[in-house]
């Protein structure tokens, strides 16, 4: 059996990377995935409806 050397990631490539993406998080050198649970995927899911809606009514008034 082979094993693989995960080589860890730096907290200045983690924000070089990752800064402006709010669905990652740095712990201990290894880089997770998070998602929003309860109420937090709730709101946010709110939000991006609204603001999908939002665009869609700009678009259609400038047309």
Same mark, same amino acid.
């Given at each position: 059996?082979? @094993?693989?050397?995960?080589?860890?990631?730096?907290?200045?490539?983690?924000?070089? =990377? @990752?800064?402006?993406?709010? $669905? @990652?998080?740095? %712990?201990? $050198? =290894?880089?997770?995935?998070?998602?929003?649970? $309860?109420? /937090?995927?709730?709101?946010? $899911?709110?939000? %991006?409806?609204?603001?999908?809606?939002?665009?869609?009514?700009?678009?259609?008034? /400038?047309?």
């Amino acid at each position: 059996m082979a @094993y693989t050397v995960q080589k860890l990631l730096t907290f200045e490539r983690f924000l070089a =990377e @990752y800064r402006d993406n709010p $669905g @990652y998080e740095l %712990a201990d $050198g =290894e880089l997770v995935e998070t998602e929003p649970t $309860g109420p /937090h995927e709730t709101v946010s $899911g709110k939000l %991006a409806t609204q603001s999908q809606s939002s665009a869609k009514n700009r678009i259609e008034r /400038h047309i």
